[in-house]
Structures are given as C-alpha cells and as structure tokens.
C-alpha cells in the first residue's frame, strides 16, 4: 500500500488550522511551497469536475435491460416505468377493526352468512324492539339493558357471538342491508351495502330480550368512515415510479402489492477487484513493515452499494506479468486496482496498460487525497479504474471515478447535488480540490452544517469511518459558513436509499488467496 500523496493535517491538528495535504511538514498555510516534481503531479491531470464528466461519459449507457425475480431485482435500476397493474387497494377494504355498519344505526349485529337482504318482519321486529324500548324509559326502566347479574353472565357469550365476523382474506359473500352491522377485520373486505367502519372501541353492543344484539355508537358514522376506497392509492395503468428508479425493498413491496412477479431492470455491471501489494497482510496484526490490507474489505462491498456485481477482492504480487495476466484474462465490464498508480519502483500498472493498448481517459485527477488515480478503455464497455493505495486516497478515487462509471452502468439517475455551509473552516489546497470527511451537526446560525473531521490524511480512515459525506472543498479552501457541495456516503442518513439490504452487499464468502508472491 504506497502512499499516493502527503498527508493532509497532522493526527491532533482541528481541520482547518493544520497544513493541507500538499503542504510540506511544519510549513505555513500560504507560504510558499517547493513546486511537485512531474510524477507527483502528471501533467495530463484533469480538474476534478472534469474527470467526474469523463467517467459519467465513458459508455454511451448501460447494457440491455433483463427481467428478474422480484428477489433478483433487489439494487438493480428499474429500465421502465413502474405502472400499477391493478387498482390499489383492489377492492374496498377496511381501514380498522370494528363492524362494518349500514345506514346511520343503531344495527342489528349480524354474524357471518347472516346478511341478507332486509326482509319485511326484520323491520317489524325492529320497529317492534324500539317501541318497547320507548315503552320502558317510560316506566323509568331500559328494556333492552340487562339485569347486573345477567351482564356478567351473558358478557362471555356475547363476546364469542360478535366476535366472528369478514377476516382479511375471506370475502362476504352477501350484501350488507341498512340497519345491520358485522364484525370486520383491518385489511378485510367491505360488504357491499356497508356505509362506513365502525371502530371496536367507539360501539357498545347491548342484548336483546328476544336473544339478538343490537349495535350503538355515541356519535354518527359518516359515510365512508375507516373504509380505504378501491384505487385510494392508484387505477390500474397509473404510472408509480418512472425507469432508472433504484431498487430499494419499498420499491419490491410496492411491486409486489401491484401485481408484479418480475421486473425489467438493467443487469448489474460485473466488477473485478485487484488489491495490489507484497506489503499487505490479510489476517493479524501489522508486523516487520508490513500492513493490513483495509481496501480489500472496504472496497469490495462498497462497489456492490454503487450498483455492482462485485467478486471479493483478489490479492496481487508486486509483479507486472502477474498484474498483465489478471487484466488481459478477466471478463468483468469494470476492473478496479489499487496501488501502483504512482511512477515508483513497483508501480506497474501504467505499463501494463501501455502493454495492453488500452486508451488511458483520465491520468491523474487535481484532487487531494488520491490525485494518481487513472481511467483507462480496455474494450468496448471495459474499463480499469486505478484508484491509489492508501485508504482515503483510494475513496476519492472511487467516488471521483468509479461511481460515475458505474452510474452510468446500472442506469441510475445522477442524484441531486446536495450543499451545505462548513460548520468549521477548511485550509485548501493552492491548486486542487480537497475531498474532506464530514458528519452533520446542527448549528444556530447555519442550521444544518458539516463539519469537518479530524484524522482525514491519505492514509487513514477514522475520519471517513465517523463521516457521512465528503465535502468538495474548491482550491484555496473554505470558511465557516460557506457552502459546499457534498458527496454523501452510501450508509448515511440521507442517503440510505442507495444502500442495499445486508445480503446484497455483504459477501462471506473468504477473500480469494493472493496471487504470485504476497503474503
């Protein structure tokens, strides 16, 4: 893992007051500074808006769209419109448990199979029911109220007897008529002839002296009441989301609660991972100059959260015939390398691709950390993506170059430029664009800022490890309070929608042994 460029600000130094990642070792912000030999710099470096253009344009588009099992489609980008397939909801149904009632009550409580159509001695029995009722108030007596004793006795019938009634899943098979009630489930069917829902907790159902039960409400039930209309949500045909829409588990329900069994989405680019080093040690601790390799379990599965097939990372030698053997043999449409962009000893990946003929994009990027990283054409639709070796060096590169790459690739739709004022200054570089972590904190005067972390050299990761963004700091750096364009990481808040469930972007399966002599 060889460095791609200088450390930014030493561990202790608050962001901002420390020397920028160009500065040499205890120098001045401001002052001058040594001018960077040719390797450091290539002279075909691009401006950082630059390179993201190039890598967004690099393949006219993605590949043909396949269909795929609702299960399959999980991170893949839908290639057309989602158009609903049936009304949602299909039919009328319940919002609530309680009774679907009839008219504006009292009702008659009817059990399953028992609503029918509203005969002529029903009414008269009814009418009959209520004069008696009159009748008794009165004589200062509620006919239709049980004696105390007869309330605890009868409470476990009368449960049982009104608890039944339409459940979810099974439809009436008999009209409601007006005047009755029937005990309804939440996502259950509405009879027809039923004005509204009645929740459980707003009836009182009372005994009849004649063995029925008869349903009260303290106040009205207006007309569709807790009842969720057939097509509240969508008619049939309705367009529900439009192409180029990210899978995300919502988006399977949705399909599914619309009558899909399979969606037509672009296919996920596949992706090789080469992690480049004798240096690197797979397992333990770091030990007689050598380093644990963090690229390989870092990288790989954020590839998968951009969109792609990723294979775990297999471990190269510093050797060039090996790296030329792991290019010119793989089929992936994307291979990603990190180290060995440089212009040093084993730095080999620049000759290999002179070797291979491939068509170098972009040589270099004005951006700190990570400016050797490379965008090469290997073929029609191949492409290698040379990030730096050093973690956070290697993170901008991908972001800068991969991520457009494979924007394009899976058919996603760029994602809106997010801004936000600095919650704290930032030393820029004199020349390139700085990528530094941030997380979010609210502020009284700014609002929502980013702040700017600590540990954010080349080499290391607690900053990006606690960030929820990169914020694009434009040469010459940034003050508090001013806006900058932010780079959300994929597990952040706000940008968790691209972030595929657990079992599409973690793989177990053990990183593939190294090949040629690392260790």
């Not at 105390?148 to 019938?157: D, I, L, M, S, V």
């Not at 029925?212 to 009842?227: C, S, V």
């Not at 989405?265 to 963090?294: K, N, T």
């Not at 600590?454 to 490890?465: E, K, Q, S, V």
Request: charged content about 20%.
């Amino acid at each position: 893992m060889r460095p791609g460029d200088p450390s930014g600000t030493g561990p202790g130094d608050p962001p901002g007051t420390g020397p920028g990642p160009g500065d040499s070792p205890g120098s001045t912000p401001g002052a001058p500074q040594p001018r960077p030999s040719p390797s450091a710099v290539p002279r075909s470096s691009a401006p950082w808006p630059t390179a993201r253009e190039i890598a967004a344009r690099a393949v006219p588009g993605p590949p043909a769209p396949t269909t795929a099992t609702l299960a399959d489609a999980l991170g893949r980008t839908l290639a057309e419109p989602l158009a609903a397939l049936t009304d949602l909801p299909s039919f009328d149904t319940s919002a609530m448990d309680g009774w679907a009632v009839s008219g504006p009550g009292p009702w008659d409580i009817d059990r399953p199979g028992e609503a029918a159509a509203e005969k002529p001695q029903d009414t008269a029995d009814k009418k009959a029911a209520e004069a008696a009722v009159a009748a008794a108030a009165e004589q200062g007596a509620e006919a239709e109220e049980p004696a105390a004793g007869q309330e605890a006795a009868g409470k476990a019938t009368r449960d049982t007897a009104h608890h039944a009634g339409i459940l979810a899943g099974h439809a009436p098979t008999q009209p409601l008529p007006d005047g009755h009630a029937i005990r309804i489930a939440t996502g259950a069917r509405v009879p027809a002839g039923a004005t509204a829902v009645l929740r459980s907790e707003h009836g009182e159902v009372r005994d009849l002296a004649d063995g029925r039960a008869r349903l009260y409400a303290p106040r009205p039930a207006p007309p569709g009441q807790d009842i969720r209309p057939r097509g509240q949500e969508c008619r049939r045909g309705d367009q529900l989301l439009p192409a180029g829409t990210l899978v995300t588990p919502a988006v399977l329900g949705l399909a599914a609660a619309a009558g899909y069994d399979e969606l037509t989405a672009y296919p996920r680019p596949r992706v090789e991972f080469l992690v480049l080093g004798d240096e690197l040690l797979h397992h333990g601790l770091p030990q007689e100059g050598r380093i644990r390799d963090a690229l390989g379990p870092m990288l790989a599965p954020w590839l998968r959260a951009l969109g792609a097939d990723a294979a775990p990372a297999r471990h190269l030698a510093d050797e060039a015939d090996t790296l030329y053997a792991a290019i010119a043999t793989s089929t992936a449409d994307v291979l990603i390398t990190t180290g060995g962009t440089a212009s040093g000893p084993v730095d080999h990946v620049h000759p290999t691709l002179r070797r291979l003929g491939a068509e170098v994009l972009v040589d270099g990027v004005q951006v700190r950390p990570g400016h050797p990283m490379l965008l090469a054409r290997l073929g029609p639709r191949r492409h290698l993506v040379g990030l730096p070796g050093n973690p956070l060096a290697a993170v901008s590169g991908l972001l800068t170059l991969a991520e457009p790459l494979l924007r394009t690739l899976t058919g996603r739709r760029p994602a809106a430029v997010r801004r936000a004022p600095l919650f704290g200054s930032v030393h820029g570089h004199p020349r390139d664009t700085r990528l530094v972590p941030v997380a979010y904190r609210d502020d009284a005067r700014y609002g929502v800022t980013a702040e700017p972390l600590h540990f954010h050299g080349p080499a290391m990761l607690r900053g990006i490890a606690a960030a929820a963004a990169l914020a694009v700091v434009p040469p010459g750096g940034a003050d508090r309070g001013t806006e900058v364009e932010l780079l959300e990481l994929p597990w952040s808040a706000s940008g968790s929608a691209d972030w595929p469930a657990p079992g599409a972007w973690y793989d177990p399966v053990p990183p593939a042994p190294p090949v040629g002599g690392a260790g």
